[in-house]
């Protein structure tokens, strides 16, 4: 059963010029260690990190009101490239435990966005 739905659209220049701006302190408040590995093997780095920030936003609708940073919401990529989502902060992933979090992205030069859906688990 679906109980939840969230989207989001990034704009990709606008968070280029974040991190040209601020460089690591902004990448390291946004983005969790593995994630920013993630994007140090990719080509297309800013989409695809406008990609995981739609991502997390996405993630944040669909949770509706729990108490998460960017960074406890951690979007990575399975061995086929699909994406996927884990919630790192303690209380938050024991609240979350009974539910499945479903995200697709997509991104093109400009623009990156996702959506997310929560099902509650058989
Ligand atoms: C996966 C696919 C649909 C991506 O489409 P695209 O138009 O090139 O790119 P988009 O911008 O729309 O989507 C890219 C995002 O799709 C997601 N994605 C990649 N592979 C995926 C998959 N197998 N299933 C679901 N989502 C996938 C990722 O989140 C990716 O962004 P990210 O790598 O920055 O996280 C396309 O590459 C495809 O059809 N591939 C064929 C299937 C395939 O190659 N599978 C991998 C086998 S090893």
Same mark, same amino acid.
């Given at each position: 059963?679906? /109980?939840?739905?969230?989207? #989001? $659209?990034?704009?990709?220049?606008?968070?280029? !010029?974040? +991190?040209? !701006?601020?460089?690591?302190?902004?990448?390291?408040?946004?983005?969790?260690?593995?994630?920013? !590995?993630?994007?140090?093997?990719?080509?297309?780095?800013?989409?695809? *990190?406008?990609?995981?920030?739609?991502?997390?936003? &996405?993630?944040?609708?669909? *949770?509706?009101? =729990?108490?998460?940073?960017?960074?406890?919401?951690? $979007?990575?990529?399975? !061995? #086929?490239?699909?994406?996927?989502?884990? $919630? *790192?902060?303690?209380?938050?992933? #024991?609240? &979350?435990?009974?539910? #499945?979090?479903? +995200?697709? +992205?997509?991104h =093109?030069?400009?623009?990156a966005? &996702?959506? &997310? +859906? /929560?099902?509650?688990?058989?």
């Open positions: 059963m679906i /109980i939840g739905t969230g989207v #989001d $659209i990034t704009e990709v220049g606008r968070l280029r !010029k974040a +991190i040209e !701006k601020w460089g690591m302190s902004f990448l390291n408040r946004v983005f969790t260690k593995e994630e920013l !590995k993630n994007a140090k093997t990719r080509l297309n780095l800013y989409p695809h *990190l406008a990609g995981r920030f739609a991502a997390k936003e &996405a993630v944040f609708k669909a *949770l509706g009101n =729990v108490k998460l940073n960017l960074k406890e919401v951690q $979007i990575l990529n399975d !061995k #086929d490239g699909r994406p996927y989502c884990e $919630i *790192l902060n303690g209380e938050t992933k #024991d609240k &979350a435990k009974d539910v #499945d979090i479903l +995200i697709s +992205i997509s =093109v030069k400009n623009y966005t &996702a959506f &997310a +859906i /929560i099902t509650q688990k058989d």
